[in-house]
């Protein structure tokens, strides 16, 4: 009924059987969620494999629901009438795409306000929704999980900053820890007396709490939140970074304190034009970027990630069995993808087969990436011929995978890229090349040809593409093909397999068994 094929049964190796065709993940298939936060109301449908969904869905309103909140109690008029109608619309949408019911959370406006019981009566007496309000501590376990959608087994703290509040949440082995709530959003700090000294006070006061409650949290900081993703592409704009990926990018402590005096310094008018940051968002930046600067002092954090995953994530990870939540995200996602979009699904697992003798003593993470790879390599086999390497590049950087590094989109890309062409000289994708080391490049293109050599020995039944063995003392690497076989191995195949040995600087055999 999904137009996807079968795939035949057996042993799936290190790739594990994909989940999204069980009962349990299907369910998950299309899945809507709506956040009502203080600053924005977004409605996000997921749809795809459940493990790495896909956005089948995205709209965010800026309501300002939590604007004058310090000072009246009660949540923003216009706003409120804003997040009304933006919602009566997420219902009927939502209805149309087979995604109801939405599951509809409230953040911290509407929990604090005065008025707060009173709107989300009327939001489910006019458009039948019912809001759920969240307490901090909770909001900032789904901000957690969320982070682990996208990266499994990871640990750290989980910053999530929204218009009113700011939580924290720590994770450890796939589980979320402790957690705590503040009133250090940016719509919170800006209703503060004192001027900017009695503000950075406060946020010094309210950072030194947070600290002792939380303790010592000097692994990976994962920021969550439209304020920390607006300082990140400001970031980026300042370093000239080439891959404006938000999703895993990684500022240092140093970074951090050179952006928010780049904030302090620059025309925020021209700051918005200049990153993409949308106008309602970019008042809230230099706020936002006073507490960062001081959580990043107060937390000494090893390194910083952005995550683009959050709360909306987390709604979605709740939904999740246990047996989805332990699977690779990137491998998950990417059987998907060959199981729809490749000519033969399944092939990606013989070709990483007959690939891994190349790569025999390379770690447990690149090895993933190049399962990855395989299973991608015949995905954009519609794209036009002239244009087809470029596009594999370009979906493989930017496309929202999660549990991919920068530096292994790139990767990643390459060997997609050399899938289909021998030189990546001439693209316009090569200021990207810089963000990966020269050896890994070398070796992303190895895969590339072995791949697209590999792809020539494409057979429809059971039997095995033929066999590498790879002597890298000898620099010889060796073809063993059956009699059977023998027949696929014509002249471009050759060629191809001589462009093979010529990457690995190798001589060349060719058995006939």
């Known amino acids: 009924m999904d137009g996807l094929e079968p795939y035949e049964p057996g042993d799936w190796g290190p790739f594990g059987r994909p989940l999204f065709r069980d009962a349990q993940a299907r369910a998950l298939s299309r899945v809507g969620v709506v956040d009502v936060g203080s600053n924005s109301v977004r409605l996000v449908v997921f749809d795809g494999a459940a493990r790495s969904p896909a956005y089948f869905y995205n709209e965010k309103v800026m309501c300002a629901l939590g604007a004058g909140l310090g000072e009246t109690g009660r949540l923003n008029p216009e706003g409120r009438a804003r997040a009304l109608r933006a919602l009566a619309r997420f219902a009927l949408l939502a209805r149309g795409m087979g995604a109801s019911p939405l599951t509809v959370v409230a953040t911290a406006a509407v929990r604090d306000a005065a008025d707060g019981p009173e709107f989300c009566d009327e939001v489910e007496r006019e458009t039948g929704l019912k809001l759920w309000i969240v307490d901090g501590r909770e909001e900032a376990r789904l901000s957690a999980q969320g982070v682990l959608l996208g990266w499994p087994g990871s640990y750290g703290l989980v910053c999530d900053i929204g218009g009113a509040s700011m939580e924290l949440a720590e994770i450890a082995e796939g589980r979320v820890g402790r957690r705590l709530s503040s009133e250090l959003g940016p719509l919170k700090l800006a209703d503060l007396p004192g001027g900017r000294k009695g503000r950075r006070g406060h946020i010094q006061k309210v950072m030194d709490r947070l600290a002792r409650e939380m303790g010592p949290q000097h692994n990976r900081l994962f920021l969550v939140g439209g304020s920390w993703r607006a300082i990140a592409r400001i970031d980026m704009h300042r370093r000239g970074y080439p891959l404006h990926v938000l999703h895993e990018y990684r500022m240092s402590r140093k970074s951090v304190s050179e952006t928010v005096k780049y904030i302090e310094k620059s025309d925020l008018d021209a700051l918005r034009a200049s990153c993409g940051v949308s106008s309602s968002r970019i008042g809230l930046v230099p706020l936002a970027a006073e ?33 989805l939540r332990d699977r ?12 729809k979009d490749a000519r033969l ?83 316009p994708f090569e200021p990207l090349f810089s963000l990966l080391p020269e050896a890994d490049r070398a070796e992303a293109e190895v895969l590339g040809k072995a791949m697209r050599f590999g792809a020539m020995l494409w057979m429809s039944d059971n039997g095995r593409p033929g066999e590498l063995r790879w002597f890298p003392k000898k620099k010889l690497l060796e073809l063993r093909l059956s009699r059977a076989a023998a027949p696929l191995f014509g002249e471009v195949a050759e060629a191809r ?9 190798a001589e060349r055999a060719v058995r006939i068994l």
């Open 328 to 339: 690779d995200p990137l491998i998950e996602a990417c059987l998907f993808s060959e199981a």
């Open 497 to 505: 397999f001589d462009a093979l040995c010529a990457a690995l600087g």
């Open 291 to 323: 507490v960062l600067y001081r959580l990043v002092r107060t937390f000494q954090p090893k390194d910083i990630a952005l995550s683009s995953y959050g709360i909306r994530e987390g709604l979605l990870y709740e939904q999740m069995p246990q047996e």
């Open 345 to 427: 699904p399944g092939f990606g697992r013989k070709l990483y087969d007959f690939v891994l003798p190349l790569f025999r003593n390379v770690p447990e993470a690149r090895l993933r990436i190049i399962q990855a790879a395989c299973l991608l390599h015949d995905v954009s086999w519609r794209a036009h011929p002239d244009y087809r390497a470029e596009i594999c590049f370009d979906n493989a950087t930017r496309a929202n995978l999660g549990g991919l590094k920068h530096a292994e989109r790139i990767y990643l890309g390459l060997a997609l890229l050399h899938r289909y062409r021998n030189k990546r000289e001439g693209t």
